[in-house]
């Protein structure tokens, strides 16, 4: 939904936001002067929405802190979708999709584990060939690293391109899991769980953080990796290309054929 001044009266107390509200839209607190011109027509995601309302008025930090945490433990006891496994046709044609809507494909690689990482992306758009992204190098990481940072890319991807729906496909359950599924029991219990360490956990809890924001305009899918899907095979060799160029920011990979990227090195 968009922020209109209706929904602006239903969340201000005295004409103004709290802390944790402010946080919420990305506003700095104390809020600047027009603030609130800053956040008209801005889009929330149904989450953002309840919680600017929940949490309206002139509360304790320990009160808004406690609501947010309330609200987080509620939406942890629903079914969250899980990913399901997509088949070749329905790849293709998620690829081929209405104008302005992303078809985005998200891998890892390891050489060793652990050992050097690298993550790569593949991004579709209609009526032009994929955007390769490759980065997010780390000298002494894991597969499950390499996944994460790639899927948290795709995010954010994602989150740039909010007037239309978009899909991510990813061959890393582990990833989709921690993010769409596990992260809302762990962040009930504080982000702890009994069966011992949460590993890679800041990294989980910012891509889950920023999953909730933006999951009502994204479809996030399970595919199979090594199985022929152009746009897997693509981001995977990002990934491995990624060990070789040892960047860690991302930068775009220039080509001039599908065929050529496939043909570089693949683990």
């Known amino acids: ?15 103004t936001l709290n802390k944790a509200q402010a946080k919420i839209l990305d506003l700095p607190f104390p809020l600047e002067d027009s603030w609130d011109t800053l956040i008209l027509e801005k889009e929330l995601s149904t989450r953002d929405a309840n919680l600017l309302i929940l949490l309206k008025g002139k509360l304790a930090l320990k009160t808004q802190d406690q609501i947010i945490k309330n609200y987080e433990t509620l939406s942890s006891f629903r079914n969250p979708k899980k990913a399901e496994p997509v088949k070749q046709k ?7 999709q209405s104008s302005g809507s992303l078809s985005i494909y998200s891998d890892g690689a390891c050489s060793g584990n652990p050992g050097e990482a690298g993550s790569g992306v593949a991004v579709y758009s209609s009526n032009s060939k994929p955007v390769l992204y490759f980065g997010d190098y780390v000298k002494n990481g894991t597969n499950n690293i390499a996944e994460l940072n790639a899927l948290y890319k795709a995010l954010l991807i994602c989150q740039s391109n909010p007037d239309y729906p978009n899909t991510i496909f990813s061959d890393s359950k582990y990833s989709i899991d921690c993010i769409c599924t596990w992260a809302y029991g762990w962040k009930a219990k504080g982000w702890t769980k009994k069966s011992g360490e949460i590993k890679n956990l800041e990294l989980i809890k910012e891509a889950h953080f920023l999953y909730e924001k933006i999951k009502d305009n994204i479809t996030i899918k399970h595919v199979k990796g090594h199985a022929g899907v152009e746009g897997n095979e693509l981001a995977d060799r990002m990934a491995v290309h990624t060990i070789k160029a040892k960047n860690k920011s991302y930068e775009t990979y220039t ?8 043909n570089l090195k693949s683990y």
């Open 90 to 96: 329905e790849v293709e044609s998620t690829n081929t």
């Open 255 to 262: 080509y001039e054929s599908i065929d050529s990227v496939l």
């Open 1 to 15: 939904m968009k922020i209109d001044e209706n929904y602006l009266e239903l969340i201000l107390n005295d004409s």
